[in-house]
C-alpha cells in the first residue's frame, strides 16, 4: 500500500470541483431497545448507522443504496437533525451542526431540505396547495401579497398548471403530487435536498420524468442532492457518486459509472446482479453474483465483516477483522479484504482511507491472483 495511508482528514473529501458542502465524521445512530413493564431498562441496540464518513461538495449528487433496513432513511435523518446522532460529527458548510439547538438549526433547515418517498403521506390532505406551499414561503420572508404570485412561480418551475394552487392533494397523481413536494422543497430556496426514495412508489415512466425534472433543477439552481434508493438502477443516470450501505456500514463509495463497469465490493456485485434486463435473453446469459438469504439483525450484527454471514468469498478473516476502508485509484473506496476486480499492482498503489470505521483492522486487502474476481463485472 502506498504511504498516504493515515492522512490527515477523516472525511472522504468529495470528488470533483466545488466547495465542500457535507461533511460527515464517524457518524453513528444507534437505536437503543428498551424492555420492562415499570422501569425501562436497555436491552439493546439497532446499528443503524455505524460508523460512517464521507463528503459532498456542491452542485454534486450523492446515491445512497442498500437493502431494506441498512440505515439509509436514518442516515438522512440525522444529516437533516431530524434525529440526534451518537456519536461522530456532521458540518455544513464548515460549521459544526452535530450538537446544534432548534434555534442555531433553524436557518440551516432551509438550506436542507427534505423530499420523501410517499407523497400521498407528505402532503397534508385537508390543505389546499395554496396552503401547503404558503408556509414555507413565508419562512422564506416572501411577503404575503407576493406569496400567490411565489407559489404559481414555484408551480410552473416543476411542471405543474397554475390551477393547481386551488386544489387539494387527492386530485393530483403520484407523479403530480412528488412534483408538489419538490415545489415545497424549492420554496425555502435550499442548498441540499435530500431525497428519500422519491420516485419509488411511481411508474417507471413517470420516474423518468420526476428524475429528469431534479436534473434540470439542479443545473437552475445549482443544487446538490442526496438520493436514496434500494436499487442500484434508479441511482445510475442521476448521481456523480455512489455510496453502498450494508447493516449501517459504509462498504463502497464510487463514482457512479465506475461502480457499474468495476463494483470492488461483493456485495455491489450482488446489488448489480439483482438489476432486471428487460431483454430476457441478455438477462439469462449473464453472469449474476446474486446475494442469498436476508441481513442479519441490527441489533447483533456479524463480527468482522458484516456481510461475510452472505459472502461468497469469505475467508476466516473476514469473519474476525473488519475491513478497513481502502482507496483505489480515481476515487474509489472499498471495506473488503478480498477485493475484486482490482489488481494485486493497483491494491499496492491503493491507501487506507482515514474515513476507514475506527474499530477496522489494520490488515491491507489481499490480491485474488489477477482480476479475475468470481463476480463478473458488469458492462455499462
Ligand atoms: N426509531 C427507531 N427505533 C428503533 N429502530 C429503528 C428506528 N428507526 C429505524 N430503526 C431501525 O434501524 C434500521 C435502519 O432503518 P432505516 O429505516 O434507516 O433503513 P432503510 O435503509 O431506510 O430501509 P428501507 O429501505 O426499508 O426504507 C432498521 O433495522 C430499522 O428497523
Ligand atoms: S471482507 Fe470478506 S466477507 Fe466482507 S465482502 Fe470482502 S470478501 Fe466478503
Ligand atoms: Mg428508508
Redesign the pocket.
Known amino acids: 500500500m502506498s504511504s498516504e495511508a493515515g492522512a490527515a482528514t477523516a472525511t472522504i473529501p468529495p470528488s470533483g470541483e466545488g466547495a465542500t458542502l457535507l461533511e460527515v465524521e464517524h457518524l453513528r445512530v444507534l437505536?437503543p431497545?428498551k424492555s420492562g413493564v415499570i422501569i425501562d431498562r436497555k436491552v439493546g441496540q439497532?446499528h443503524?448507522v455505524d460508523d460512517v464518513s464521507f463528503g459532498l461538495r456542491e452542485g454534486e449528487t450523492l446515491g445512497i443504496v442498500?437493502?431494506?433496513?441498512?440505515?439509509?432513511?436514518?442516515?438522512i435523518r440525522v444529516l437533516v437533525r431530524l434525529i440526534d446522532p451518537t456519536s461522530g460529527a456532521i458540518r455544513f458548510r464548515g460549521q459544526d451542526i452535530t450538537a446544534s439547538g432548534r434555534r442555531q438549526l433553524q436557518p440551516i433547515r432551509s438550506d436542507m431540505q427534505m423530499v420523501f418517498q410517499d407523497p400521498q403521506a407528505s402532503l397534508n390532505p385537508r390543505k389546499r396547495i395554496g396552503q401547503i406551499l404558503a408556509t414555507p414561503l413565508g419562512i422564506r420572508g416572501v411577503e404575503k401579497s407576493r406569496v400567490e404570485a411565489e407559489s404559481r412561480s414555484l408551480l410552473e418551475r416543476v411542471g405543474l398548471s397554475r390551477e393547481a394552487l386551488n386544489r387539494f392533494p387527492h386530485e393530483f397523481s403520484g407523479g403530480q403530487r412528488q412534483r408538489i413536494g419538490i415545489a415545497r422543497a424549492l420554496a425555502v430556496n435550499p442548498k441540499l435536498i435530500l431525497l428519500?426514495?422519491p420516485v419509488s412508489a411511481l411508474d417507471v415512466s413517470i420516474q423518468a420524468q420526476v428524475i429528469n425534472l431534479l436534473d434540470e433543477l439542479q443545473d437552475e439552481l445549482h443544487l446538490s442532492y442526496v438520493f436514496?434508493a434500494?436499487d442500484l438502477s434508479v441511482v445510475r443516470h442521476v448521481s456523480n457518486r455512489i455510496v453502498v450501505?450494508y447493516l449501517?456500514k459504509l462498504m463502497e463509495i464510487s463514482p457512479a459509472e465506475e461502480l457499474y463497469a468495476k463494483p470492488i465490493h461483493p456485495y455491489s456485485s450482488a446489488l448489480l446482479g439483482a438489476i432486471p434486463i428487460p431483454d430476457p435473453k441478455e438477462n439469462r446469459a449473464r453472469s449474476r453474483a446474486v446475494v442469498s438469504g436476508e441481513p442479519p439483525n441490527?441489533i447483533n450484527p456479524p463480527s468482522g465483516c458484516r456481510f461475510h454471514t452472505r459472502c461468497p468469498r469469505a475467508s476466516e478473516i473476514c469473519r474476525s477483522v473488519e475491513p478497513a476502508l481502502t482507496e483505489y485509484e480515481g476515487g474509489h473506496l472499498a471495506a473488503c479484504h478480498h477485493p475484486q476486480h482490482v489488481s494485486a499492482e493497483e491494491i499496492a498503489a491503493s491507501s487506507r482511507s482515514p474515513a476507514s470505521p475506527l474499530s477496522a483492522g489494520e490488515e491491507e486487502p489481499q490480491a485474488s491472483g489477477g482480476n479475475s474476481g468470481g463476480n463478473g463485472a458488469r458492462q455499462p
Not at 66 to 75: A, D, I, N, Q, V
Request: hydrophobic content about 35%; some cysteine; proline content about 5%.
Open positions: 437505536f431497545i439497532v443503524a442498500g437493502e431494506s433496513g441498512c440505515g439509509k432513511t436514518t442516515l428519500d426514495e436514496v434500494h450501505m449501517g441490527p
